[in-house]
Nanobody, 127 residues
Framework: QVQLVESGGGLVQAGGRLRLSCAAS????????MAWFRQTPGKDREFVAAIGRSTLGVDYADFVQGRFTISRDSAENAVYLDMNSLTPEDTAIYYC????????????????????WGQGTQVTVSA
């Protein structure tokens, strides 16, 4: 079992930045594929970014447009999402996710491939 604890959400002005953090425990962190998803009322949970077992493998949703950076720190058993140039359209609950097993190209986009989820952290961007 894996427990994921998120932090870093809050209120920020348009054009600002936030760092979201997700601390993992209960399993070998290096074996996990880590990702961020987000969700707003009336919409499905959508993929934001993912990072594999190697830092050479990262994926981003098209709407990110170079504004976000996902990273992981093995010493802290944590994954981060550095968000820059935020807009009101980025307002959502952001969820940390972890996946195990064998991964293939395209799997990172699928919420069903992730075994564990954090509680979510609210990001609100004011105009």
């Amino acid at each position: 079992q894996v427990q994921l604890v998120e932090s870093g959400g809050g209120l920020v002005q348009a054009g600002g930045r936030l760092r979201l953090s997700c601390a993992a425990s209960g399993r070998a962190f290096s074996s996990l594929v880590m990702a961020w998803f987000r969700q707003t009322p009336g919409k499905d949970r959508e993929f934001v970014a993912a990072i594999g077992r190697s830092t050479l493998g990262v994926d981003y949703a098209d709407f990110v447009q170079g504004r976000f950076t996902i990273s992981r720190d093995s010493a802290e058993n944590a994954v981060y999402l550095d968000m820059n140039s935020l807009t009101p359209e980025d307002t959502a609950i952001y969820y940390c996710a972890a996946g195990t097993g064998t991964w293939y190209r395209g799997d990172t986009w699928k919420p069903g491939r992730y075994n564990y989820w954090g509680q979510g952290t609210q990001v609100t961007v004011s105009a």
